[in-house]
């Protein structure tokens, strides 16, 4: 693939029936190469009667998909995982050129891709409802999963693959159509990768670019069935908000600032590695990324030790060339990442390592949007740092005392999407899943993901869950039929109500000479006899 011509190619079109097709629209954006600041290419945004065609085409292409087999659905699945690894490379290729995270990112981010489309090709035919145990005896009474109809999916950059495959390969396994509203980020990939759909039927999966004038079109169209987002809170927000207005369905995930705790019996050693890349893979671009460092005091000065040489092994550059750590999204998020970190050393923090874009970086890169791994510390609970989503490469660390201490802290934020927790003991560990108020809890393993196990957060990091069962009822509905096979007369409650079940007045009571009476009528204490 020359990835000029490529890029050139998709520019200025979306995926729409089944094919890529140029926008009408006559409004672009330029498409930045974060690791040289330079231009290679442009996405269309789209005009609003280009949503309402698109819906239209999902809708009608919607009753053809659900109209077909859950075997036929379910085999359709497994050749676009097929064609999703076929494509990965370009994909992956493409994906380093337009968000910047190393090659070997991109590459496991398309892997991580079929897996997801191959194991809800399966989950999707696997039940259907169930059948009840009836409540009146010669019926039958049952469940039905039904799709939602057309669904909306709107993503970021840090992963716009296999966000947008958690999503609509569940989406697309219940029965449902599919209309993705790309990052402004991460569109021409998104766009390349719709070529896994094209055997699907044309107009199931289309790909519109553009602004927030599009997502919420999408948002609020009156024929769109539900939204699955991930993103920002104030964004999430306005998109739940819209939907209420039409009671529909949403599946959100908005932040997070995980914790990171280590506890005197951890592998220190161990312990900094995973650190280093809980903390700084993918630039820190992660949801689920460390961001809030808890290290027992007892072990504080060997783990920070360690974390900071470990850090400083880490290579800087061009994701395309051998290196661990490519440049962050773009320049606007480079610039937030500043500001945090200059506020946290407004409060009293202190930088030990990193805290600056590099500076000995090849000349191509020198206007990339790079920043160096971070580390902090002297910081405290009550700083801003440790109260919002860095979403970025710093890592402040905190003295803790206890476990105790750890999980008080992690459970202080507005915000429960996950944590992990680095120990041997067993007793720290039943503590640790138990208490940790969030989704999800890694021991000594974090951020896995696992396409068989719910993906989600609590709090303000979202509402509803991604992968597993779980994430396969997000994008379903339930449906309950009661069949009377012989039509019979259920005079047991329907009208004419029986007589003998009418209200009888209680008879007349003649008290005997042996039964105590009492005069209600007179206050209690006058018929209690010494």
């Not at 290729?93 to 489309?117: C, H, I, N, Q």
């Not at 769109?224 to 927000?237: A, E, Q």
Request: charge should be negative.
């Amino acid at each position: 693939m020359n990835f000029e011509t490529e890029l050139a190619r998709l520019s200025g079109t979306v995926y729409r029936d089944g094919r890529h097709v140029a926008s009408t629209s006559d409004r672009t954006k330029a498409v930045l190469d974060p690791a040289t600041a330079r231009r290679i290419g442009q996405f269309a945004d789209v005009d609003l009667d280009e949503v309402d065609l698109t819906v239209e085409s999902a809708n009608r292409a919607q009753k053809h998909w659900w109209a077909l087999s859950a075997l036929e659905r379910s085999e359709s699945l497994h050749e676009v995982a097929t064609r999703i690894r076929a494509l990965s490379a370009d994909v992956a290729e493409l994906l380093t050129r337009e968000t910047g995270k190393p090659y070997k990112e991109s590459a496991d981010e398309l892997m991580w891709t079929a897996t997801a489309v191959d194991y809800y090709a399966e989950l999707g035919r696997h039940s259907i409802g169930s059948v009840l145990g009836p409540s009146v005896a010669g019926q039958l009474h049952y469940t039905l999963k039904e799709p939602m109809g057309t669904v909306v999916i709107i993503l970021p950059a840090n992963y716009p693959i296999l966000l947008f495959i958690w999503e609509a390969a569940a989406a697309l396994a219940a029965g449902n159509a599919v209309i993705v509203k790309p990052s402004e980020w991460a569109s021409l990939t998104t766009l390349k990768f719709m070529e896994a759909f094209n055997e699907l039927p044309a107009g199931l999966v289309q790909c519109l670019t553009g602004g927030g004038a599009v997502g919420a079109r999408l948002v609020s169209h009156p024929d769109t069935h539900m939204v699955g987002f991930t993103g920002s809170i104030n964004t999430g927000r306005a998109i739940a908000r819209a939907c209420a207005d039409q009671f529909k369905p949403t599946l959100i995930e908005a932040s997070g600032n995980d914790a990171f705790i280590v506890m005197p019996s951890a592998p220190i050693d161990v312990a900094a590695r995973a650190a280093t890349f809980a903390a700084f893979f993918n630039c820190g671009q992660v949801c689920t990324s460390g961001e809030r460092f808890f290290v027992h005091e007892d072990v504080y000065d060997e783990f920070l030790a360690a974390f900071i040489a470990e850090s400083t092994k880490l290579r800087i550059g061009s994701g395309l060339d051998s290196v661990d750590i490519g440049p962050m999204e773009h320049a606007g998020e480079r610039d937030r990442v500043e500001r945090v970190l200059a506020r946290a050393v407004e409060q009293g923090a202190s930088v030990v390592l990193g805290g600056s874009r590099p500076a000995d970086l090849p000349d191509e890169l020198k206007d990339g949007f790079f920043f160096q791994p971070t580390i902090l510390v002297d910081v405290k609970p009550e700083m801003e740092i440790l109260q919002a989503e860095i979403f970025g490469p710093l890592a402040p660390v905190v003295k803790v005392s206890s476990l105790g201490e750890a999980i008080a802290l992690t459970n202080d934020s507005d915000f429960g999407l996950g944590a992990t927790i680095y120990t041997k003991d067993a007793e720290e560990i039943f503590r640790a899943t138990n208490e940790i108020v969030s989704g999800m809890v890694w021991v000594n393993a974090p951020i896995l993901d696992n396409d068989a196990g719910p993906f989600g957060g609590r709090k303000m990091s979202g509402m509803g869950r991604q992968l597993g069962a779980e994430g396969l009822e997000t994008f379903r509905h339930t449906k309950l039929v009661m069949i009377d096979p012989s039509a019979s007369a259920h005079d047991f409650w329907w009208f004419p109500y029986s007589d003998d079940e009418s209200w009888k007045a209680p008879r007349a009571h003649n008290p005997t000479d042996s039964e105590a009476v009492s005069d209600f009528s007179e206050p209690l204490a006058a018929s209690v006899h010494p």
